[in-house]
């Protein structure tokens, strides 16, 4: 059975995020499922998120690495609860700190691939690290900490 | 005299960065100038910038700490050599390193401002701190990296 993107977890208003909004028709649009117990998106970036000519944008990856370990830090938390994508969840995670390693020039014209795994989830964030990969070449590594927001913050 | 924006310095390619480039029609095209000692950028976000309607993307956020910063330590080196806005640069920066704490939701409705320090400059590189106000509340702080490119990269 396909699995469910992790950004259907979202209330509606983070449909629109200009990352990973399916709703936001100029956004990057990424998609994060389960590979075992690691968090997968691949990405196919277009010409204007360059930094140069055939040069990925360094704030496009940091965008990519927040918004896909954050869809990662909220189906961790909604595998701890024991839920399912799709069920109503108990509360949303926000970005508290992103830190972005850039190891080597990372290519427009080539298929990403973002791999995140979950580190530590405790009562009040979760920490998540993520790589960015070009055809096994690991390009750029990040860490987020995801803070917990009462579901208030969206019901606005 | 008007300033001309620290984006100027660039070599042509650079002026197609999602971030700060004039030349990207689909980017954020942000303009960085001298205070004093502090590097600013006043910048107006367009709706689908955001994460969540009437708050921006933390990637967004990530995006113009990274070029404002990168612009910053750009034009501290031009400045350390004695160099004006429009001379040949000696080489470029690249960001090594990028770190934000996001401290509150930034709306998406006010003209923000972006505060650049030069921390340091040493042979290899240059650190900048970045802060994000709106309305003079400081809703994200950063630290760049930046390291020195030989012009050679960007000559292909």
Request: aromatic fraction near 8%.
């Amino acid at each position: 059975m396909k699995q469910k993107p992790f950004q259907d977890i979202w209330p509606e208003p983070a449909t629109y995020c200009f990352g990973c909004g399916r709703n936001n028709k100029k956004g990057l649009q990424i998609k994060s499922y389960w590979e075992g117990d690691d968090a997968i998106c691949t990405w196919e970036p277009e010409e204007h998120h360059m930094a140069a000519p055939g040069v990925l944008c360094g704030g496009i990856i940091a965008t990519v690495i927040d918004c896909h370990g954050l869809n990662a830090a909220m189906a961790a938390v909604m595998k701890a609860e024991g839920l399912e994508i799709g069920d109503e969840p108990p509360y949303v995670v926000t970005t508290g700190s992103l830190s972005v390693k850039y190891l080597k020039p990372t290519p427009t014209n080539k298929t990403l691939v973002l791999r995140a795994k979950v580190k530590e989830i405790s009562e009040k964030k979760i920490v998540v690290t993520c790589s960015l990969f070009s055809r096994r070449k690991e390009c750029a590594r990040g860490e987020i900490v995801a803070v917990k927001v009462p579901m208030i913050f969206w019901q606005k």
